[in-house]
């Protein structure tokens, strides 16, 4: 029936919109409304295809005999009734947070299953009040069914199953800094998401400035990517902190010990001494070559200059415009001066022709010239008029003063004293210099600021762009800069015109040729772009792909601030980073989700309260997610041994379920591991058949390892940016961070303990990935986080035991 329903209306609205692009839209107005219309249509069809997939997934029936269906989207009947509620909509509420002890007017809860648009399971929960009854959890088998389910390479959508301190969170409101922390596996980056996807349906004005969704890796991006576009939602740009530099691909890798020192925010003082630096005054006057002439400026010159340009809070490049000015000002003083100085005696009358020219150089001559001086006066030997006064006006310095602009000399001089700068410059020359470094980073060490040096030209890394973004934000915007992009801008704006007038005669055509082809009242079978879009959205989808969307606008622009913010794996954020994200986000409307004990970045946090303290103060509210849906208990058993030598204090999250199958471990001898690993690798795949293995491996053996196991599986994935999506991958902690698969190997766990000073962090993160079965292989002896896991593998493939 509801099927039934959603094709109705999909009909109906593809059929308004056909019926609107067959009328004629003669006058702009008329245009304009169409194309609304016609977007509207568009955006209706697009909802209720995204939506065929699960579309009812529930039901309610309540005490009073009232009964719902919940579900993906709203749908009406003829009346404006509910035939189905949106997940996010209040009355569906009690879907996810109903209790046999608490059931609040709910009788019956019921999970349905679909495929295609059948029917093929249902799940019925009776709430009849009974206290005893109460399980902790919502829908078990249907839940159970989703944790249990094999794995695909990408994340899906929970609406079907969310519990309720899931719910809770997503439903909170928008004000203010959430802070979701949770152990591995508690659901914190499906909530997040399921947040953003709620946020939007709530708060409709969010759309406006977009959601903003922080990840740590291209990878986890595509892992996460398809969820929200899955709920309907588009409003949203998921992006690493790398990313959130228009213009800066920040591609290139680099030690951990010099992004660490890159985070920390003592970084903004050196960058904002690094322009200060610019803008110092030269030691002693400088000469400036002029023509055949030179000039001269003193350190009282340049401090006048600096001053005037310094005068309340004004950005690097802004400033040096003043600072231009100024010093332009006292050079074409300088020139006049001695001009007159020349060309007049001490009572202000012309000197003698003969004398007084032959004391003037070629360049005074010219500018003579140029600022207006009549070449008979010139020739006849006087640069004064009849009336003994000189001709120098107001004019004729503007002039000169053009003219000194123009010149070579005085030009590197200005961008010497104070040069135009952008964020690229500033950190190159910054870097590139170990006199400009010292100067800016006094309190680093020497070894540190040996970390940070770098040739010019080396390309950006990640832990650069919010040093990039900070220097924009003390520059400002560059001359040269503005330029170009009033250029761009320009540009971009002729060739829409041009595309306007080019989708207008395309609508046209292909309006008028198929409305002939119809009969009275039918509707076109395959609706193509002309049919969907007015001119000048078509246009706009032909424009660039990249520029569709709020989030596509957004991405492209350094200073977008956006309605909403979601930091997904926050820990790993630095100092540096949190500055950044902070200013695209002024109003603090923040979800910010993660867990501390899985910190494997030397920048990363150590607690919520250092981390945001700086920007928030104590203004942020923490939310706890306790139930592990990942992880069999047998599993998280293991990982708690490491939890607990990291930090007795913390609580490892509590399993859903078990997967009845031990984790294992296995010795080799160092020589044997790539071997070991490689013939596990293959054993396990053809175990899994249809589900996803990672084999995660210390990150300084990942080439080596990698190698081994794609020679025994071929097709194996690795490197930078892996496809999750083929059955096997070989990973580092750090790539696997945020991930899940079926099967996981982790190979010489004593290497990725003693890689970093968060060894142990990265242990728990590699031991917490698997959703059914984890293996180990250690060369050498076990190292004591690990010795709980029992030896052999006799639970696990086959039975057999197996030696290397
Ligand atoms: N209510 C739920 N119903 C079904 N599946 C769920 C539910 N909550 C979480 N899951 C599943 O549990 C797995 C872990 O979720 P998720 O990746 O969001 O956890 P996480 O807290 O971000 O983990 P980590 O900290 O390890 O990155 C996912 O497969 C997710 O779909």
């Not at 990517?225 to 290139?252: C, I, K, M, N």
């Not at 630096?277 to 600096?306: F, K, M, S």
């Amino acid at each position: 029936m509801l099927y039934q329903r959603v094709d109705e209306l999909r009909e109906r609205a593809a059929e308004r919109m056909a019926g609107v692009l067959r009328e004629a839209a003669g006058t702009r107005q008329a245009r304009v409304e169409r194309e609304v219309a016609v977007t509207r249509y568009a955006e209706r069809v697009a909802k209720f295809d995204a939506a065929e997939k699960g579309l009812c997934f529930g039901r309610l029936d309540r005490r009073d005999d009232e009964r719902f269906y919940i579900g993906r989207i709203g749908v009406l009947d003829e009346e404006g009734d509910p035939l189905l509620l949106d997940w996010r909509a209040p009355a569906a509420r009690p879907f996810y947070v109903a209790t046999a002890a608490a059931p609040g007017g709910v009788r019956r809860r019921r999970h349905i299953t679909t495929r295609d648009r059948r029917v093929i399971g249902l799940d019925d929960e009776v709430l009849d009040g009974d206290a005893a009854g109460e399980e902790g959890l919502i829908g078990e088998a249907a839940l159970l069914a989703a944790v249990n389910a094999g794995r695909t390479g990408r994340m899906r959508d929970i609406v079907e199953t969310l519990q309720v301190e899931q719910d809770e969170i997503i439903r909170s409101g928008p004000r203010g800094v959430l802070v979701v922390q949770g152990g591995p596996g508690t659901g914190k980056t499906a909530v997040a998401l399921h947040r953003a996807a709620y946020l939007l349906y709530t708060h409709r004005q969010l759309a406006e400035r977009g959601v903003l969704v922080v990840g740590p890796n291209a990878t986890f991006l595509r892992y996460i990517g398809q969820v929200l576009p899955g709920l309907g939602e588009t409003s949203v740009l998921l992006s690493t902190v790398g990313d959130l530099f228009p213009g800066v691909t920040a591609g290139r890798a680099e030690p951990p010990a010099t992004a660490e020192i890159k985070g920390r925010a003592i970084m903004a003082e050196v960058v904002a001494a690094a322009v200060r630096d610019r803008q110092a005054p030269p030691r002693g006057p400088v000469e400036i070559a002029y023509g055949d002439q030179t000039l001269r400026l003193e350190e009282e010159d340049y401090r006048r200059a600096a001053r005037a340009a310094l005068t309340g809070p004004v950005l690097h490049n802004q400033a040096r415009r003043i600072f231009v000015r100024e010093l332009l000002d006292q050079l074409t003083r300088q020139v006049a001066q001695r001009l007159e100085a020349v060309a007049l005696d001490d009572e202000g009358r012309p000197l003698d022709g003969g004398d007084g020219l032959g004391a003037l150089g070629e360049a005074d001559v010219r500018a003579l010239l140029a600022a207006g001086y009549p070449q008979e006066l010139l020739d006849a030997g006087s640069v004064a008029g009849d009336d003994g006064r000189p001709l120098l006006d107001e004019d004729d310095l503007a002039e000169l003063r053009t003219e000194l602009a123009a010149a070579p000399g005085v030009r590197a001089v200005l961008d010497e004293l104070w040069p135009g700068l952008t964020p690229q410059r500033l950190l190159s020359d910054l870097f590139a210099d170990p006199a400009r470094l010292a100067s800016a980073a006094p309190h680093l060490t020497d070894a540190e600021r040996g970390l940070l040096s770098r040739a010019p030209g080396a390309g950006w890394t990640p832990a650069d762009v919010p040093l990039l973004d900070e220097a924009a934000e003390l520059l400002g915007e560059d001359d040269r800069e503005a330029q170009a992009q009033a250029a761009r801008r320009a540009r971009a704006a002729a060739e829409r015109r041009e595309e306007i007038e080019y989708a207008q005669g395309v609508l046209e055509i292909s309006v008028g040729s198929r409305s002939s082809d119809l009969e009275e009242g039918e509707i076109p079978e395959i609706l193509t772009a002309a049919d969907l879009l007015g001119a000048e959205e078509l246009a706009g989808r032909q424009e660039t792909v990249t520029r569709r969307t709020v989030a596509e606008r957004a991405a492209a622009d350094r200073t977008w601030t956006f309605g909403h913010v979601i930091v997904d794996e926050a820990q790993e954020l630095s100092a540096m980073a949190w500055r950044l994200l902070m200013r695209r986000c002024p109003s603090r409307s923040m979800t910010i989700v993660g867990d501390v004990a899985q910190t494997g970045d030397a920048a990363g946090a150590s607690s919520w309260e250092q981390a945001l303290r700086p920007h928030a103060g104590d203004r942020w509210r923490l939310a706890q997610l306790t139930v592990n849906y990942r992880t069999p208990a047998e599993i998280m058993a293991a990982a708690a041994d490491v939890l607990a030598a990291l930090d007795p204090a913390l609580e490892p999250p509590r399993s859903v379920r078990q997967a009845g199958v031990p984790p294992w471990r296995l010795a080799t001898t160092p020589a044997g591991l790539p071997h070991a690993l490689a013939e596990h690798s293959a054993r396990e795949a053809a175990h899994l058949e249809e589900g996803r293995l990672a084999v995660i491996v210390p990150e300084a053996r990942l080439a080596e390892l990698a190698a081994a196991v794609a020679a025994e599986v071929p097709g194996a994935a690795y490197g930078p940016d892996p496809d999750l999506e083929r059955p096997i991958v070989v990973l580092s902690v750090r790539q696997a961070k945020g991930l899940e698969f079926d099967s996981v190997l982790i190979a010489d766990p004593a290497a990725i303990l003693t890689a970093s000073p968060r060894g142990r962090n990265d242990l728990y993160v590699a031991l917490t990935r698997a959703t059914q079965r984890l293996g180990v292989l250690h060369p050498g002896a076990v190292p004591a986080e690990l010795a709980g896991i029992s030896e052999g593998f006799e639970h696990s493939v086959d039975n057999r035991p197996f030696n290397f």
